[in-house]
C-alpha cells in the first residue's frame, strides 16, 4: 500500500502543479485580472524571451553529451512521422467534412512540448530532464511544422509556400535559443557570472507565465461545437499517440529518464500554434480550439496514469 501511495504521489507531483497554476489562469481571467492584452503581451514575452532564455541557459551550463541525446532525438522523429501516416490515414476514413482532417491531423499529432511538456518533464526530473528534453524539442518542433503545413495544405487546398515555413522554422525563438547553447555546451565555456544571473530571471519566469496566459485564454463555450471531430483529435492526442510512442520507446531499450521524456512529450496537450496556424490558412478554428481545449484538460489525467503505470513497473 506503501508502496503505491508513493507512485500515485509522485504522479500528482508531475501534473498537479501544472493544474494548479492553469486552474488559476482560469480564474484569474474570470475575475478580470487576465484581460486579452495581458494574455497577448505574456505569451510573446513567454515565446520571444523567457522560454529560450530557460533552454539556452540550461543547456549551456550542462555537458554537450546529456544535451546531445541523438538516439532520443532520432526516435522521437521517426515516430512521429510515422505516427502522422497513420493518423493521415484514419482521417481520410472517420473525419467529414474532408476539409476538417488537417486540423483534426495536426491536433492529434502536435504536442505542446514547448510549455506544458517541459513543465511535465522539470516537475519529474528537474535540470537534468530540462536538459534532455532540450534538443528532442527543437528537432520535433522543427517537424511538427513541416508536417502541420502538409497536412493542412492537403485538406484545405491551401499552398503555404516552402519559402515562409523554412522562415518561420529560422527564426523560431526556441530553436534559435537552442541553437546557440549548443556550442557553448561542446566547447564548455564559462560564461559571465552576470549573463547566467540575468538569464536566469527570465527563465524563472517562463513555465508559470506560459501556464497562467494558457489557462487564461481556455475558452470552454466552444466545446458544444464541433464535438465528433475534436473527440476524435483528443482521443488520438491523450491516448493513442503517447501509448504507441512509449510502448516503441520501451520496445527499443529506453528507460529511466529518457522514457519518460518520451511519454511526457508525446502526452502533452495538443500546441495553441495549431489554433493560430488554422485560423491563418482560412480552416475550422472553432475545431481547433476546442481541441487544444479538451486535450488541455485531458492530458492533466492521462498524463497522471501514464506516469503511475510506468513508476509502478519501474520503467521510469
Known sequence: MSEFLAVLGFSFSVTGPIF?????????RHAGMLTDAFIEAG????????????????????RFDAAANLS??????????????????????AVHPASDRGVVVQGAFRSNMGITGLAYVVNA?????????????????????????????RSLGKHRGLRGMLKGIVTNPIIIGIVLALPVSWAEVRLPAIVLQSGQYFANLSLPLALLCTGAALDFRSLRLERN?????????????????TLAGVAL????????????????????????????????????????????LG?????????????????M
Open 229 to 245: 471531430n475534436a473527440l476524435i483529435a483528443a482521443a488520438s492526442k491523450l491516448v493513442a499517440v503517447p501509448l504507441v510512442m
Open 72 to 93: 532520443l532525438v532520432a526516435f522521437g522523429a521517426l515516430a512521429t512521422l510515422v505516427l502522422f501516416v497513420l493518423l493521415e490515414w484514419i482521417a481520410q476514413r
Open 125 to 153: 526530473y528537474g535540470e537534468p530532464g530540462l536538459v534532455g528534453a532540450s534538443l528532442y524539442l527543437a528537432f520535433v518542433t522543427i517537424l511538427y511544422n513541416v508536417l502541420a503545413v502538409l497536412t493542412l495544405n
Open 299 to 315: 492530458s492533466l489525467v492521462t498524463t497522471s496514469f501514464g506516469v503511475a503505470v510506468l513508476r509502478g513497473l519501474g520503467l
Open 43 to 62: 505569451s510573446k514575452l513567454v515565446f520571444t524571451v523567457a522560454l529560450p532564455a530557460l533552454l539556452f541557459i540550461s543547456i549551456s551550463k550542462a
Open 253 to 296: 531499450g529506453f528507460r529511466g529518464m529518457e522514457l519518460g521524456i518520451l511519454m511526457l512529450m508525446a502526452s502533452a496537450p495538443t500546441a495553441a500554434a495549431s489554433y493560430v496556424m488554422v485560423r491563418a490558412m482560412g480552416g475550422n478554428a472553432t475545431l481547433a480550439a476546442n481541441i487544444v481545449a479538451l486535450t488541455t
Open 20 to 28: 494548479v497554476v492553469l486552474a488559476l489562469g482560469v480564474w484569474l
